[in-house]
């Protein structure tokens, strides 16, 4: 089984302002209305994900648990559904130990395809998947 993770900022959206973690913490960042413009690469990867029909899909972002509602929102308006979103729960912003979660209740999955642009995230998922030698990490970077 094959496990996807999609990042949300600079991964399946370009951003319409600067990242801050204070304003990224609300509601009114994802606001539709301001006009998030998907990365088409990571669309098309995403509905072959769809397609393949052969593992979760799964939303991995640094948003916080409280903005959930409307990231859904947004994301069903970009033509978006997950089977489950792992956000920030507390203070621990290492999607590393998110994945440790998932793995948990995933234990069968040989692959994790990652999607993401940040280096510091695309480490710690290497470093957590050291832990698990039979997991093969294919990694997606976005850049814009």
Same mark, same amino acid.
């Given at each position: 089984?094959?496990?996807?993770?999609?990042?949300? %900022?600079? #991964?399946?959206?370009?951003?319409?302002?600067?990242? /801050?973690?204070?304003?990224?913490? #609300?509601?009114?960042?994802? %606001?539709?209305?301001?006009?998030?413009?998907?990365?088409? =690469? #990571?669309? @098309?990867?995403? $509905? !072959? *994900?769809? +397609?393949?029909? !052969?593992?979760? &899909?799964?939303?991995? /972002?640094? =948003?916080?648990?409280?903005?959930?509602? *409307?990231?859904? +929102?947004?994301?069903?308006?970009?033509?978006? +559904?997950? %089977?489950?979103?792992?956000?920030?729960?507390?203070?621990? =912003?290492?999607?590393?130990? =998110?994945?440790?979660? &998932?793995?948990?209740?995933?234990? !069968?999955? @040989?692959?994790?395809?990652?999607?993401? %642009? @940040?280096?510091?995230? &695309?480490?710690?998922?290497?470093?957590?998947? @050291?832990?698990?030698? $039979?997991?093969?990490?294919?990694?997606?970077? #976005? &850049? $814009?």
């Amino acid at each position: 089984m094959i496990i996807y993770l999609f990042d949300f %900022d600079k #991964t399946i959206v370009e951003l319409p302002y600067e990242e /801050s973690i204070h304003y990224m913490d #609300t509601d009114e960042s994802l %606001d539709p209305s301001l006009g998030f413009k998907v990365i088409k =690469r #990571t669309k @098309k990867d995403y $509905q !072959n *994900a769809i +397609k393949s029909n !052969n593992g979760p &899909i799964f939303l991995l /972002s640094n =948003r916080v648990t409280k903005v959930k509602k *409307a990231l859904e +929102k947004t994301l069903e308006l970009l033509g978006y +559904k997950f %089977d489950d979103y792992y956000l920030i729960d507390g203070e621990d =912003r290492n999607k590393g130990n =998110r994945l440790k979660q &998932i793995l948990k209740k995933y234990p !069968n999955c @040989k692959k994790v395809k990652y999607w993401e %642009d @940040k280096d510091k995230h &695309i480490y710690s998922i290497q470093e957590t998947l @050291k832990d698990y030698p $039979q997991i093969k990490l294919d990694i997606i970077k #976005t &850049i $814009q």
